[in-house]
């Protein structure tokens, strides 16, 4: 029996059909009554950052994020404040610390905007911490409920990699707008005229960025823990350049809804990215999340428009043979592509569209990745080697290369 086809609330209200789903993040068949930890997908990316008032401002201006709910001082939060916003299918929670004792000060303080929680919604969130527990992992919530007027809420909590957890949610006995303690919110916000309606409707993937010899570990914790199964490995020539190089490993749930790359840096010449994003981030954490998009063109374009800026593809990207050779034909030409820095990429299965974003906050950490998929369940392999040439160029202008 396969659950590729049953939506999520999330997606479902998102106005998503699983043929568009399919195209956006490209799920595959599976049977969910095997798995021993059964992820019914993405429940919500819990960020940390030094304002939270701003930040969730940026994502709903410049993303076109929606604010669906609201957690602060005037409604008995005195920790801090929290907003969950909304594009299709995905949800951030933006947290910013309000009591200056706040633990998220603190986290704020040593890692500076990041992910603190990539959070997943599960059918059963005792057989999930069961089975983690039995293989392992570190409990960091055990199983317990939380209620209010709207329904209870069960979840849990497991330790990953640095301080990043996995909060499970099963919120199938809740309508509320987020959780208890959050009440609902919206924003007096107003898009500009002509602002689509929303600039990604999905969360494809999210990369992990882990310390030198720690890949394989971490690789095999999502195995054993949570029943992931490998997708990919990019290694040697495939993923370096004259100056730097890492490894990468490709892990996901059974129907592919959630994926986890997960990257460690190897010996180069000079300092990887991934060396730059474990020095200022001090330590282990989520890099970037890749947004799908079904129009990569508008949304890049529209995202210009609010003053979103992305690495810059040369020229000389789209004039290789070799390039023009392999990928074929596309849905747009390739001078479309590059007019706006857009790499693409084919494989067995069909063809992708990505490009990345500079970094979000003020250290060089987390960004953001936008991708179109046209069949294709890869990583843009094809274009490592460019994409790293670009991010070696800010490196070295930002001193750290």
Request: glycine share 8%; proline share 4%.
């Given at each position: 029996m396969s659950d590729t086809t049953e939506l999520t609330e999330?997606?479902?209200?998102?106005?998503?059909?699983?043929?568009?789903?399919?195209?956006?993040?490209?799920?595959?068949?599976?049977?969910?009554?095997?798995?021993?930890?059964?992820?019914?997908?993405?429940?919500?990316?819990?960020?940390?950052?030094?304002?939270?008032?701003?930040?969730?401002?940026?994502?709903?201006?410049?993303?076109?994020?929606?604010?669906?709910?609201y957690s602060g001082p005037e409604n008995g939060n005195r920790d801090h404040k929290a907003f969950v916003l909304r594009s299709g299918s995905i949800r951030f929670v933006i947290k910013g610390g309000v009591d200056p004792d706040s633990p998220l000060l603190d986290h704020q303080r040593r890692h500076g905007d990041g992910v603190v929680d990539i959070s997943l919604e599960v059918p059963d969130v005792d057989r999930c911490i069961a089975q983690a527990k039995k293989a392992?992992?570190?409990?960091?919530?055990?199983?317990?409920?939380?209620?209010?007027?709207?329904?209870?809420?069960?979840?849990?909590?497991?330790?990953?990699?640095?301080?990043?957890?996995?909060?499970?949610?099963?919120?199938?006995?809740?309508?509320?707008?987020?959780?208890?303690?959050?009440?609902?919110?919206?924003?007096?916000?107003?898009?500009?005229?002509?602002?689509?309606?929303?600039?990604?409707?999905?969360?494809?993937?999210?990369?992990?960025?882990?310390?030198?010899?720690?890949?394989?570990?971490?690789?095999?914790?999502?195995?054993?823990?949570?029943?992931?199964?490998?997708?990919?490995?990019?290694?040697?020539?495939?993923?370096?350049?004259?100056?730097?190089?890492?490894?990468?490993?490709?892990?996901?749930?059974?129907?592919?809804?959630?994926?986890?790359?997960?990257?460690?840096?190897?010996?180069?010449?000079?300092?990887?990215?991934?060396?730059?994003?474990?020095?200022?981030?001090?330590?282990?954490?989520?890099?970037?999340?890749?947004?799908?998009?079904?129009?990569?063109?508008?949304?890049?374009d529209e995202l210009r428009k609010e003053g979103v800026e992305f690495l810059a593809t040369p020229d000389s990207y789209y004039e290789d043979p070799e390039l023009r050779a392999r990928?074929?034909?596309?849905?747009?030409?390739?001078?479309?592509?590059?007019s706006r820095g857009i790499l693409v990429d084919r494989d067995e299965d069909g063809y992708l569209l990505q490009i990345f974003t500079r970094p979000l906050g003020d250290r060089p950490t987390v960004f953001f990745e936008l991708i179109e998929r046209h069949g294709s369940l890869g990583f843009g392999k094809g274009n490592f080697k460019a994409l790293f040439v670009a991010l070696e160029r800010e490196q070295d202008i930002r001193g750290n290369l």
């Open positions: 999330q997606e479902r209200d998102a106005d998503l059909s699983a043929e568009q789903l399919q195209q956006l993040v490209g799920l595959v068949e599976y049977d969910a009554e095997k798995d021993p930890f059964p992820v019914t997908g993405w429940d919500a990316i819990v960020f940390v950052v030094g304002n939270a008032t701003q930040a969730a401002r940026y994502y709903m201006s410049a993303w076109g994020m929606v604010l669906e709910a392992g992992a570190t409990v960091v919530e055990e199983p317990h409920d939380i209620s209010d007027e709207h329904g209870t809420v069960r979840l849990a909590s497991i330790a990953t990699y640095g301080e990043t957890r996995h909060t499970i949610v099963d919120r199938s006995k809740y309508d509320g707008p987020y959780l208890p303690g959050y009440v609902a919110r919206t924003s007096t916000f107003t898009k500009r005229e002509g602002a689509p309606k929303r600039i990604f409707q999905a969360l494809d993937h999210i990369v992990g960025n882990v310390e030198m010899g720690k890949m394989d570990e971490w690789v095999a914790f999502y195995n054993r823990v949570m029943g992931f199964v490998n997708m990919a490995e990019f290694i040697g020539d495939d993923i370096a350049t004259d100056y730097s190089a890492l490894m990468s490993k490709v892990v996901a749930n059974g129907n592919h809804r959630v994926k986890f790359p997960l990257n460690e840096p190897a010996a180069g010449k000079k300092k990887s990215q991934i060396d730059e994003y474990l020095d200022f981030y001090r330590g282990p954490g989520a890099q970037h999340l890749a947004l799908a998009t079904n129009d990569i063109l508008r949304t890049v990928i074929g034909e596309v849905r747009v030409p390739i001078e479309e592509l590059k």
